[in-house]
């Protein structure tokens, strides 16, 4: 299942404001800092991120509620990376990996692995932590 795109830009333009005040400070949140591809403009982007780890090295997993053609998703791969911040501290993010759900939750950590594996969505995006 894939979110509407007007409930996407509807977020954008209403709901993300709002969240941005406290995303990057509750749990199973964060806000991805990155930079427009085209225009260099810098952007704050609410997203709901779950931890996990690959290889044993710390990573975060990202669900895709509105499928893999966003444009935070399009300008981290452009950069090459970006950075996140959560719990109130900020460390980059890098070499984004677009796969199922299924594939994703197996690098999920936590009590959440349980929340992520019954969500409603196929597409989730896994980050390394780089710093």
Known sequence: MRLPQWLARFNKYVTNPVQRLW????PLHGILLHVGR???????????????????QPA???MLTYGPNRDWLKNLKAAG???????GKTFGVANPQVMTKARAA????????????????????LLTRTS
């Open 60 to 62: 975060l997993a990202i």
């Open 23 to 26: 995303a990057g400070w509750i």
């Open 106 to 125: 197996q690098f999920v950590t936590g009590p959440v692995r349980r929340v992520f594996s019954v969500l409603p969505f196929e597409e989730a995006v």
């Open 81 to 87: 990376g970006a950075d996140m911040q959560r719990h």
């Open 38 to 56: 085209r225009s260099g403009k810098p952007y704050r982007t609410p997203l709901i991120v779950f931890n996990a780890q690959i290889d044993g």
